[in-house]
């Protein structure tokens, strides 16, 4: 200890000792790097504590496959004929299988003329995270910091989940969800940036990945709750509204705050209790004399003013990956709502997505440890639009769902996986892009940008209904546009996370992360 203290002491003299009392600041990025370890157990923990809340925010999206589902029907007298729409049909022939509770579309009757109203409540929630990813973002960034806003988002989740229960009818239901979308935006975002500002430069990849998986476990989870409750939507909602609580009461007490936030807020002590707390998990024991560096209360307040419109090199990245997140949000959450326009029974053709999504995170996984993040972004958008092209070749049109066509099922498939890879890939991209003051901010806007593109699918899955090479066509210009846009981006693997727009301005400028032609302020 004493042979560190003396080595810090003697690096001090350039890196900002303190007169007088022998402290050594350095940034956290530098601490964690050189003395609490890149990624040991405590970073293993904490990650997986963080990310288990990834499960209430996929289920919480995707809820609506089951509750706003077009149950099948069936003939009551000898005038039905099950080849007719039950649009021609008398009232009184036919009835739903399973009962008029089993989902809001048999419920409150959402068929024949009013069929687009089916498509409101779920539109409604994505622009609910729309507005609520922009409120969550600031609230991180700069109020509440990271953890309180998970847990704010958490109970607020359970709070509209249950409300959602109880609505009476199709309008307050869409309120509702507008609600819940509001809630749930919080998740994601700042879970992503918690666990990747605990971790090494090295390590941002994979960690990033680890809440793409439990997002994937809740999502695999769903036609598990739902089954059991097929008979009742409102019960589905009731029991998705509990798990979030009990996370926030027994589990999220036990997370530890971003020390990066906390340094950059100017309290250094607790951040330097974060640091102390993760080196002694990971059996080591930080220098007496070592303190996190904090910026000055003039620079606190100069750093406040910044905003990713403030540098053109800033406001140019951040709509590049707002457009990009445009269309993969609309082919993402449009391919996975869509599943009830394949020839498939539902619940198999969710939980087979949901299982597709494991070899996604796990392939992400072991491809960002190594390769380049745009390249890795920008094949697997391809892939995932050529996947949805060919949907369309195989399409077998209006075949029972008992003969469902395992081509087209196949490429579905292929295509959802890949687009969840470049779905991942974009949020670990967006996090190395901006720096620490305004990371959650452009995080929330890449989250709006993916939000609005999930907030017009629903529509289109509506529509293919009718048609459902409509919605295949729309998925795959979209994928491919997506990865075109990727090329204005620059490359960020194993560059630091900066703190400020300033010192990322000038580090890139010195030591440039992008193409020769990508230059910073042109």
């Given at each position: ?148 806003t998970v847990l704010f988002s958490c ?254 099922l196949t490429w579905e498939s292929i ?17 190395e892009l901006f720096p620490t003051n ?85």
């Amino acid at each position: 200890m004493e042979a560190e203290a003396e080595i810090l002491v003697g690096r001090g003299k350039g890196l900002g000792e303190r007169e007088g009392d022998g402290k050594v600041e350095l940034s956290v990025d530098e601490i964690i790097e050189e003395y609490v370890g890149s990624f040991g157990f405590s970073q293993l923990l904490h990650a997986f504590l963080v990310s288990l809340a990834w499960m209430f925010d996929s289920q919480n999206t995707l809820v609506t496959i089951f509750s706003d589902k077009q149950p099948s029907w069936r003939c009551l007298d000898s005038s039905c004929s099950s080849s007719k729409s039950f649009c021609e049909l008398n009232p009184e022939s036919w009835e739903w299988i399973g009962g008029k509770d089993s989902s809001t579309v048999a419920e409150w009757n959402l068929i024949c003329d009013h069929k687009f109203r089916a498509g409101i409540p779920a539109s409604l929630f994505f622009l609910g995270s729309l507005v609520g990813s922009a409120v969550h973002g600031r609230l991180a960034d700069l109020y509440l910091g990271r953890k309180k806003t998970v847990l704010f988002s958490c109970l607020l989740t359970s709070i509209t989940a249950y409300l959602t229960s109880l609505a009476p009818n199709l309008w307050v239901y869409a309120l509702l969800r507008f609600s819940n979308g509001f809630a749930r935006s919080g998740i994601g975002i700042c879970c992503l940036v918690l666990t990747t500002e605990a971790v090494g430069r090295k390590k941002r990849g994979q960690v990033g990945q680890y809440g793409f998986f439990f997002f994937t476990v809740g999502f695999l989870s769903l036609p598990l709750m739902a089954y059991p409750t097929r008979h009742s939507w409102r019960t589905l909602y009731k029991l998705i509204s509990l798990l979030p609580l009990v996370y926030s009461l027994l589990i999220l007490p036990f997370v530890s705050e971003s020390p990066r936030w906390l340094a950059l807020k100017g309290r250094s002590g607790e951040a330097m209790e974060v640091l102390n707390k993760y080196a002694k998990q990971n059996g080591k024991a930080l220098p007496v004399n070592l303190a996190v560096s904090t910026p000055s209360e003039k620079k606190q307040s100069e750093d406040l003013k910044e905003s990713l419109w403030s540098k053109p090199w800033a406001t140019k990245r951040v709509i590049n990956v707002m457009a990009a997140g445009f269309g993969i949000g609309f082919v993402y959450y449009g391919i996975q709502l869509n599943v009830e326009n394949l020839n498939f029974d539902l619940y198999f053709s969710v939980a087979l997505n949901a299982l597709m999504e494991i070899p996604a995170v796990f392939i992400g996984s072991v491809l960002l440890s190594f390769t380049d993040r745009r390249p890795l972004f920008s094949m697997s958008a391809y892939i995932a639009g050529i996947s949805s092209v060919l949907c369309i070749i195989f399409a077998s049109g209006k075949k029972s769902k008992s003969k469902g066509n395992w081509a087209q099922l196949t490429w579905e498939s292929i295509g959802f996986m890949a687009a969840s890879t470049a779905f991942d890939v974009m949020y670990i991209y967006c996090v190395e892009l901006f720096p620490t003051n305004l990371r959650n901010i452009a995080v929330s806007m890449l989250r709006q940008a993916l939000m609005l593109g999930a907030a017009i699918a629903p529509n289109l899955v509506v529509l293919g209904r009718l048609s459902p090479n409509i919605s295949f066509v729309v998925f795959g210009i979209l994928a491919i546009f997506s990865g075109l846009l990727s090329f204005w981006l620059p490359e960020t693997r194993n560059a630091p996370l900066y703190d400020t727009l300033e010192q990322q301005e000038k580090e890139e400028q010195l030591n440039p992360v992008s193409d020769p032609e990508i230059e910073l302020g042109k």
